[in-house]
């Protein structure tokens, strides 16, 4: 009975207070490695994308004999020239196990029809890098945006872009004034990627290597912004680009033109010349949301991963656009004398000539 009123052993306020701060500190140590492992999945997941794509563009030209076409530039008769069709994914759609989705489209209609609603609206979980966060929203575009008018007219989005090369050229606006009865000749033979306007690239034309030639990259759907602009070309950039079925360039198809992850380096609107449709930097460029790169596809089936520090051609910091290179009176891109290439834009071409070792990037 003498111990009955012996008070119980517990914690002092500080003890706990200290436990608490301990916990904390543990939490707080390893929350960046559980987001890092978690990256690391989303990462080797867009890898296995990637893959996916580029044994799906072997079986494809093993069964045509070449790459797919980077657009397909249908005739819109009540415009009297042709604009843009349908892209390079849903030309290979059967070779990745969405058949359904190819047998579903009507080629025989321009593409931007009410036939293919259901073709917009289709939901490609290949073509989404998990790390992409926004890719999986859809939209209902409103009138006046490439549609019909008929509502609703949902679009699906890629994080996937093909290759044009250094530079696009906007070929598809034939007959114009001087070529009618096909795309400008001149401009064609500019494009040293492997899809762009009606393109037709077969493997024995790619003598850089299908090693050293990038087939396809990433464009992180997320970075870009879904707001009111003043400038038109750059409101509502989200909703309006990256659509996954289409061979809109900046939709479907990337130049090297500038680095990759413009919006850590650029402002947005930067150099969007005519040439290219007026699209910019931000829309046109590679891009992804995994720390210091983008994953690419080569032309062989690899799938490598690609530094932001790479070298690329220097830009003008004024005006963005690259340091030695303009548009002439016709349209065409010039080179200024002594203007190279950066490891970058070298892996972007099919035929440059370019030694590039695999220890530059």
């Known amino acids: 009975m003498r111990h009955a009123n012996r008070p119980r052993p517990g914690f002092t306020l500080i003890e706990l207070l200290v436990v608490i701060a301990i916990i904390a500190v543990l939490i707080a140590l390893l929350l960046p490695a559980v987001q890092s492992a978690r990256e690391a999945a989303r990462r080797a997941q867009c890898t296995n994308n990637m893959k996916q794509l580029g044994l799906a563009l072997a079986n494809y030209e093993s069964s045509t004999g070449s790459l797919p076409m980077g657009d397909s530039n249908d005739w819109y008769p009540e415009w009297g020239q042709h604009w843009v069709g349908h892209g390079v994914f849903l030309s290979m759609s059967q070779a990745f196990e969405q058949g359904q989705i190819y047998n579903a489209t009507n080629f025989s209609t321009p593409f931007f029809r009410d ?29 006046g945006n490439y549609v019909s008018g008929s509502h609703p007219y949902y679009v699906n989005y890629t994080s996937y872009t093909a290759n044009c090369g ?51 990259g990433e464009h992180a759907h997320g970075l870009l912004k879904d707001e009111y602009n003043d400038n038109y070309d750059l409101s509502y950039e989200r909703r309006y680009w990256h659509w996954w079925c289409d ?17 850590k380096k650029l402002q947005d ?10 699209v910019s930097a931000y829309i046109s460029s590679a891009s992804s949301f995994h720390p210091g790169g983008c994953n690419y596809a080569f032309v062989d089936g690899s799938v490598r991963f690609l530094k932001d520090s790479i070298d690329s051609w220097a830009l003008n910091p004024a005006t963005g656009q690259p340091n030695g290179l303009s ?19 070298a892996l972007s071409t099919r035929n440059g000539g370019e030694v590039v070792s695999a220890d530059t990037y």
């Open 247 to 263: 061979g809109g360039f900046g939709d479907t198809m990337f130049t090297t033109m500038f680095p990759m992850n413009p919006q």
């Open 166 to 216: 250094t530079w696009f050229q906007g070929t598809r606006n034939y007959p114009d004034y001087i070529y009618s009865a096909g795309p400008n000749p001149t401009r064609v033979a500019q494009m040293n990627g492997l899809f762009w306007n009606c393109s037709s690239v077969k493997l024995a034309s790619i003598t850089d290597g299908t090693s050293n030639t990038i087939a396809f």
């Open 327 to 345: 548009i002439d009176g016709n349209g065409l891109y010039i080179l200024a004398p002594g203007m190279r290439f950066g490891v970058y834009q």
């Open 269 to 278: 609107g930067t150099w969007a010349d005519s040439n290219n449709g007026g």
């Open 115 to 143: 036939e293919q609603r259901t073709v917009f609206a289709y939901a490609v979980g290949t073509l989404w890098c998990p790390s992409d966060p926004t890719v999986m929203e859809k939209f209902d575009i409103p009138d």
